[in-house]
């Protein structure tokens, strides 16, 4: 019933846990190697500069490591709400037969296999990268760092979200299989339409088929607002991070936040062409030529995109400005903050081409959706 | 007038390619009522997907007066289909997060009509414009989908099937309706089904079997949907 072909369509969780696990190690790492030498650390300045170090590794691995679990966790269950909906009526003919909830609900625990492939690549990706971070970390410090290898919590950084993550599968598959058999087998994707309040008929049709697209599944809201928001945030932190930390730590945010953006935009993206392909189906049947039709279905989700750079920006900025205001306010050798207009200057546009050319990517993909077989899927 | 001349369709190819169409050849007047009667698996579908422009033909042409549409581009065939084509399934494919209303307005939006209004209305459901489909019986949304083909003004209008899925006093209601606005507004109806009762309506009925056209003949006399056997 879930195959492990089931558990590669998770592959997008399976990077973003990597990315995860990657920071998390490093940083669990050297904090667990900082708390070991606290009574070796003297002086005033070095000091400041421990506390600082420490109070970073705790805000880097909770902040990082928690929006990132976080959005796993959407992700996952997303996935499995839209594995419930569309087979709904396979399901509801194995409740019919006698399996229990629970017996259906157990084989979702393969999903965290992807959790798993995630959590080991991360954690072996920190291995590698390691000496080269504590390098980067000891320079100018007041104080060397010996780097230990904890085994233990990495192994941890492996077992935990696994088992975390199969657990969630099955509790929340369970909730959504607890209902009776025959609404099981009866429901469609009609019966799960969402209602709009605004009726408003004045509108032209392909203007409220955008806004119907858009307001139909707010999941993807979301995950193409979190897109932009990752890119725009990680893209400019990265630059002043070149200057307040390392150009190494500059490069491994830029690249967490491409990977992470890019990914999320092409999920949420697939899944509004795959959601559409009726709807695209039918309208080029009816003679609505593929650009106006690829137009109304993801149109729609620009000011999304726009809302979450703009948010992106704010929050990078309040951020590094805490970090530096607050965090490290004592230490002497760090440079002033200051809004980074270059920053902004290098990815807007960067972003705004990544953009468009994504989406014009998949309204290629619309174009070339074949009428007849979308048509024959039941 | 349409003129099919030869057409040919396969799916698949070398050993396993299955011939669906084997050179079929047919002429439908303007404003003509065409039933394209076959059991499952005669072709019937493919016939009315390749006549409508919904897929190519491999060999053979279709000509709407001089124009032949096998010729056309995947683009050209869109605009045609905007143009002069109204489609009816018999598993209706209205857009379930839109009204009624909505759902009508795609068709008319192409066709720059306001007055959608009343073609709801003409189907009998005026009192539904603001239901969704999900709120609707299997003949009321068929009756939008009527609604929706219509709005478009098509100078043709082709229906899959259109009872296959509607209890016998739903599938009369529906034919009712398309006999007697085909009778107003005197567009052409190519209608496929299996059912010969329904034949029985048409002006003329194409008769398939295996992917060849095996009789064509005129009904003397067109029953109503309330006169035909069910």
């Known amino acids: 019933m879930v195959t492990i072909k089931d558990t590669l369509k998770l592959f997008g969780i399976s990077i973003v846990i990597c990315c995860a696990a990657f920071v998390c190690t490093l940083f669990i790492n050297y904090r667990i190697d900082l708390v070991d030498i606290k009574d070796t ?89 390691m000496p080269k971070f504590y390098e980067v970390q000891n320079k100018d410090s007041y104080y060397e760092m010996t780097r230990n290898s904890h085994f233990g919590a990495w192994a941890l950084l492996i077992v935990i979200p ?31 339409v969402r209602k709009s309040k ?102 729609g989700y620009r000011w999304i995109a726009a809302l979450g750079f703009l948010m992106g920006t704010g929050y990078q900025f309040g951020l590094l400005k805490v970090m530096v205001n607050v965090v490290f306010k004592d230490i002497d050798k760090l440079p002033d903050y200051s809004f980074d207009v270059k920053a902004l200057c290098i990815a807007l546009p960067l972003f705004v081409i990544s953009y468009e050319l994504i989406m014009m990517f998949f309204s290629n993909k619309i174009r070339k959706l074949p009428v007849k077989s979308v048509m024959l899927e039941n | 007038m349409i003129t099919v001349n030869n057409i040919t369709k396969s799916y698949g190819s070398g050993s396993a390619a299955n011939q669906v169409l084997k050179g079929i ?24 997907n390749v006549i409508s422009g919904l897929e190519k033909a491999d060999s053979g042409s279709v000509k709407y ?101 509607l209890d016998e006093k739903t599938g009369r209601q529906v034919l009712d309706y398309i006999s007697r606005l085909h009778e107003e507004l005197g567009f052409t109806v190519i209608m496929i089904t299996h059912n010969q009762n329904i034949a029985d309506m048409a002006k003329t009925v194409i008769k398939m079997n295996s992917g060849v056209v095996t009789e064509v003949y005129e009904n003397p006399v067109q029953k109503t949907a309330y006169e035909i056997g069910w």
């Not at chain 1, 696994?162 to 607890?178: D, G, I, M």
């Not at chain 1, 990680?234 to 630059?239: A, G, I, K, L, V």
């Open chain 1, 41 to 129: 650390v003297v002086g005033e300045q070095a000091q400041k500069m421990y506390d600082a170090q420490l109070s970073t590794s705790t805000v880097v691995c909770s902040v990082c490591g928690g929006c990132l679990i976080l959005t796993s966790i959407i992700m996952l269950l997303t996935y499995i709400k839209n594995f419930i909906n569309t087979r709904s009526k396979e399901l509801g003919i194995m409740k019919a037969l006698g399996y229990s909830d629970m017996s259906i609900a157990r084989h979702f625990r393969i999903f965290g296999l992807s959790v798993l492939a995630g959590a080991v690549a991360g954690v072996g990706a920190a291995a590698v990268y």
């Open chain 1, 162 to 192: 696994t088992v975390l993550f199969a657990v969630l599968s099955v509790v929340f598959a369970y909730r959504r299989l607890k209902k009776p058999v025959m609404k099981l087998l009866r429901e469609s994707a009609d019966s799960k």
């Open chain 1, 198 to 299: 605004d009726n408003d008929s004045s509108l032209p049709f392909l203007k409220d088929l955008k806004k119907e697209t858009v307001r139909s599944r707010r999941s993807l809201i979301f995950f193409i607002w979190f897109s932009a928001f990752c890119f725009s945030c990680n893209t400019q932190m990265s630059f002043s991070m070149k200057t307040l930390a390392s150009e190494t730590m500059g490069y491994m945010i830029l690249i967490i936040g491409m990977i992470l953006a890019y990914m999320m935009l092409i999920l949420a993206l697939s899944s509004v062409v795959k959601g559409n392909s009726k709807t695209v189906a039918m309208m080029r049947v009816f003679g609505y030529d593929d650009g106006e039709t690829a137009k109304a279905v993801l149109s």
């Open chain 2, 25 to 48: 050849n047919a002429t439908i007047n303007d404003g003509d009522f065409v039933v394209i009667l076959g059991a499952s698996g005669s072709g019937k579908s493919t016939f009315l």
């Open chain 2, 65 to 165: 007066g001089d124009r032949d549409i096998t010729k056309l581009s995947d683009k050209q065939l869109t605009k045609f289909r905007k143009d002069n084509i109204g489609f009816i399934f018999q598993q209706y494919y209205l857009l379930p997060n839109m009204t009624v209303e909505k759902n009508v307005k795609m068709g008319a939006d192409l066709a720059g009509r306001k007055d959608y209004r009343e073609i709801i209305e003409a189907v009998g459901l005026g009192s539904k414009m603001k239901s969704y489909p999900s709120e609707l019986s299997g003949g009321e949304q068929q009756r939008v989908s009527v609604a929706r083909a219509l709005a478009k003004d098509p100078k043709v209008l082709f229906l899959d099937e259109p009872t296959g899925a």
